[in-house]
């Protein structure tokens, strides 16, 4: 079974910075195609961004692209989202996930993932 804790959400002004992080248990974290999705009051939980099991390959949505940027620590199985110039569009609740075994990369369709951490709360400030 694998675990997902993500931190690092908060309140913050139109503009500023934030970084997520997600730590995931489980000796096989380098096994696993990673994603970060986030659900905004009242709407479907919509993709952010996805990232190859080695870290690697990166792919974003277009509404985050130049603005996010996702990496992985496979050595301290940790999920790092660097989240900047943010918008007042971008509160939401952010999740990490987890995708095993095969898949067609990039990965943006949610049922495709098999874990899923609890969320964070990020609010922007117009």
């Known amino acids: 079974q694998v675990q997902l804790v993500e931190s690092g959400g908060g309140l913050v002004q139109a503009g500023g910075s934030l970084r997520l992080s997600c730590a995931v248990s489980?000796?096989?974290?380098?096994?696993?195609?990673m994603g970060w999705f986030r659900q905004a009051p009242g709407k479907e939980r919509e993709f952010v961004a996805c990232?190859?099991?080695?870290?690697?390959?990166?792919y974003y949505a277009d509404s985050v692209k130049g603005r996010f940027t996702f990496s992985r620590d496979n050595a301290k199985n940790t999920l790092y989202l660097q989240v900047n110039s943010l918008r007042p569009e971008d509160t939401a609740v952010y999740y990490c996930?987890?995708?095993?075994?095969?898949?067609?990369?990039?990965?943006?369709?949610?049922?495709?993932?098999?874990?899923w951490g609890q969320g964070t709360q990020v609010t922007v400030s117009s």
């Open positions: 996930a987890a995708k095993s075994g095969i898949y067609y990369y990039p990965i943006v369709d949610k049922v495709e993932y098999d874990y």
């Open positions: 489980g000796r096989t974290f380098s096994s696993y195609a």
């Open positions: 990232i190859s099991r080695r870290g690697g390959t990166t």
